[in-house]
């Protein structure tokens, strides 16, 4: 269920964050969000293989988080780029 909703997040919230971002930036800030979901799993894959194994509410935070965005991305208006054209 986190792996199906993540696509919410990275494909809706990627493409509306860069129409906020200045041209010049937008490599820079693509990058750096693309970045992120890689190194988040490899910290908590380091952290639960030699720290921690309570793991459950971790991934019940993640869970409700991504079925928040889910929903929020429902109530998105209409891109603002197109707006202005």
């Known amino acids: 269920m986190q792996g199906f909703l993540s696509t919410v997040r990275v ?8 129409e906020f ?4 930036n937008q490599t ?3 990058t750096w969000f693309s970045m992120q979901t890689a190194i988040i799993s490899l910290l908590a894959t380091l952290y ?3 720290i921690s194994t309570h793991w459950f ?3 019940m935070i993640g869970v409700i988080l991504l079925v928040f965005c889910c929903v929020m991305a429902v109530m998105l208006p209409e891109s603002p ?3 202005l054209k």
């Open 11 to 18: 494909s809706i919230g990627y493409v509306y964050m860069l």
């Open 21 to 24: 971002i200045a041209k010049p």
């Open 28 to 30: 820079i800030v693509g």
């Open 48 to 50: 639960f293989s030699s």
């Open 57 to 59: 509410w971790f991934v």
């Open 81 to 83: 780029k197109y707006l």
